[in-house]
């Protein structure tokens, strides 16, 4: 069964830029899709990132131009790139993998954009 952890969070200015990394136990070969999600309390888990198997990239109008996914399939990483941030981007950001039939979440990490 493949696990996913994520790391990177923390604390950081508005404007600020931080990267996130979703370390898979195994390949990240064969997924369907990876992406990136992020909750806030009160609100619903919603997708920030997807990137499919063929390397398209999906993101919301929320953070299209400020987000960039990307993954190293050597070291079956996913990353995400966050840059321009706001006060509305913190949440706990969770990395999602999906084979289609089944998935997997990471335990998630948490990021404050506060000045």
């Known amino acids: 069964q493949v696990q996913l952890v994520e790391s990177g969070g923390g604390l950081v200015q508005p404007g600020g830029s931080l990267t996130l990394s979703c370390a898979a136990s195994?390949?990240?070969?064969?997924?369907?899709?990876m992406g990136w999600y992020r909750q806030t309390p009160g609100k619903q888990r919603v997708l920030v990132a997807s990137i499919l198997s063929s390397g398209r990239k999906i993101y919301p109008d929320s953070v299209k131009g400020r987000f960039t996914i990307s993954r190293d399939n050597a070291k079956s990483t996913v990353y995400l790139q966050m840059a321009s941030l706001k006060p509305e981007d913190t949440a706990v950001y969770y990395c999602?993998?999906?084979?289609?039939?089944?998935?997997?979440w990471g335990q998630g990490t948490l990021v404050t954009v506060s000045s």
């Open positions: 195994g390949s990240i070969l064969g997924m369907n899709s």
């Open positions: 999602n993998a999906n084979w289609g039939l089944r998935e997997v």
